[in-house]
């Protein structure tokens, strides 16, 4: 029996999927290669980036409350995710003494809040679930891979790691909050599967370009 939302998901996720080869620090990471200054760095723009992701699902919650109730229980755990990883973000920051100095932030890194925000603003909040869905499982990736990489070549621990441990988790509760909107747009025909694309490309580009700008940290 087929699932219309389960297979949008998924179908939307494996064609947005980035090139193994397109993120040019995580794999210095893996291999231990990346500085600690560039790790330092990642905690400061991560900084900014969770409290902007959390305003922005935030706001998704409150504008989809009314019309599309599933839509915004997805989005209200999104922002509760996004206070959780803030809280682990701070063991992450000081493990890699992100605090020592000044940090002006990376334009090529703050770009995908800023998306993120626009997204927030303009677009329909059913459209943005599944272009979200695709792209945190690229991030989640990113996160295993950063995660195991910590403990093996850098000695961190398990509270050091926490922060991408959490995202690098499958979250069964969010993916069925994931179905539910889906299925309620496509039921309601509200769901522009040329714009779901369109807010996944961009996304995934400014997944890459924070990845891109970090890996010229000294």
């Known amino acids: 029996m087929t699932h219309p939302a389960l ?9 947005l999927a980035p090139d193994p080869d397109a993120n040019p620090l995580v794999p210095r990471i893996a291999a231990g290669t990346a500085p600690r200054a560039t790790l330092a760095a990642l905690a400061a723009e991560q900084t900014w980036v969770i409290s902007a ?5 935030e706001y998704l919650a409150v ?6 109730p599933e839509a915004a229980a997805f989005f209200t755990t999104l922002a509760e995710g996004e206070a959780l990883a803030g809280e682990r973000l701070v063991a992450f920051g000081r493990a890699c003494r992100a605090q020592e100095a000044p940090y002006e932030p990376l ?4 770009a995908y809040p ?5 997204l927030a603003l303009n677009a329909a909040p059913a459209d943005v679930v599944p272009a979200l869905t695709a792209n945190f499982s690229a991030w989640g990736g990113y996160c295993a891979t950063i995660a195991t990489a910590l403990r093996e070549h850098y000695g961190f621990t398990d509270e050091a790691c926490a922060f991408f441990d959490f995202f690098a988790e499958e979250s069964p509760d969010l993916d069925r909050l ?7 747009a496509l039921d309601a025909g509200r769901l522009d599967q040329a714009r779901v694309r369109t807010y996944g490309r961009l996304l995934q580009a400014y997944e890459a370009m924070f990845w891109t700008a ?5």
Do not use: I, K, M, N
Not at 107 to 110: I, K
Not at 214 to 218: A, D, Q, V, W
């Open 53 to 57: 992701d959390r305003r922005a699902f």
């Open 178 to 184: 994931a179905a539910a909107a889906v299925e309620a």
């Open 107 to 110: 334009p090529g890194c703050q």
């Open 214 to 218: 970090l890996s010229g940290t000294p």
């Open 114 to 118: 800023a998306y993120v925000a626009w």
């Open 63 to 68: 504008r989809s409350a009314a019309a599309d």
């Open 7 to 15: 297979d949008l998901l998924r179908t939307t996720t494996a064609a």
